[in-house]
């Protein structure tokens, strides 16, 4: 057990480009969600997959940001034409089966600076 | 829409002594979990400690434990002998129960919590 891994930890942009984060869950871990954490704010949920269906989307996410979890296993969370309102630490966490007794397990985050 | 409340900023305890973190959430649903996830600086939000709110029996982890009083709808955490490295935030967390299946973790704005020498 390796825990959920992401990458990059930390990325800087230009406001305009476009950037792709990637989160490798626990093996075997059928659930992956997505958070949004903002300075001195706790974690706000974006969006979740059990394998490689999306089941649900946040308001939160507008039409510049597209997830994917192409084969069940890692997923890709994409923002297009990022703007300073981005700026945030992207959480991934991973839970075995969505059962409600299974706990998520959260990354480390990649943190996301416009500038 | 369920919301979790933790109305105590930042807070601050010496070193071995019991300081108490409080939450209260709002729901209309009676099937649900409530957790305390521990996040250290810079580093992965871990969890802490769980309530299941059909269990009326306070759950206990080591020196965590929690006061959960459904009808008040009020989830607080109990840290005894704290030691240094209990300084993070600490978030509380709400989570459905959909018939045995999970939806997402609503999360609270956290406390910072500083363990002084």
């Known amino acids: 057990d390796t825990g959920v891994s992401q990458n990059p930890r930390h990325k800087i942009t230009k406001r305009g480009q476009n950037v792709t984060f990637r989160c490798d869950p626990i093996s075997e871990h059928n659930r992956l969600y997505w958070y949004r954490q903002t300075l001195g704010q706790g974690p706000e949920f974006l969006t979740y997959?059990?394998?490689?269906?999306?089941?649900?989307k946040s308001r939160l996410l507008s039409d510049r940001f597209s997830a994917e979890r192409p084969k069940g296993s890692f997923s890709t969370l994409e923002i297009q034409r990022t703007e300073q309102g981005d700026s945030a630490m992207y959480l991934c966490?991973?839970?075995?089966?969505?059962?409600?007794?299974?706990?998520?397990?959260f990354g480390d985050g990649t943190r996301l600076s416009i500038l | 829409a369920q919301t979790v409340t933790q109305s105590q900023p930042e807070m601050s305890v010496q070193e071995a002594e019991t300081v108490t973190l409080s939450c209260t959430y709002d729901?209309?649903?009676?099937?649900?979990?409530l957790f305390w996830y521990k996040q250290p600086p810079s580093r992965q939000m871990i969890l802490v400690i769980r309530?299941?709110?059909?269990?009326?029996q306070n759950a206990t982890e080591n020196r965590f434990s929690v006061n959960f009083q459904k009808a008040a709808k009020s989830f607080s955490l109990k840290i005894s002998d704290s030691q240094l490295g209990d300084t993070a935030m600490y978030f509380c967390?709400?989570?459905?129960?959909?018939?045995?299946?999970?939806?997402?973790?609503?999360f609270g704005k956290g406390t910072k919590l500083s363990v002084k020498p």
């Open positions: 967390a709400f989570l459905m129960n959909y018939g045995g299946s999970q939806g997402n973790l609503i």
């Open positions: 309530q299941e709110a059909y269990k009326q």
């Open positions: 997959f059990q394998n490689e269906a999306q089941l649900e």
């Open positions: 966490a991973s839970s075995l089966d969505g059962q409600v007794n299974q706990p998520q397990h």
């Open positions: 729901t209309s649903e009676s099937n649900y979990y």
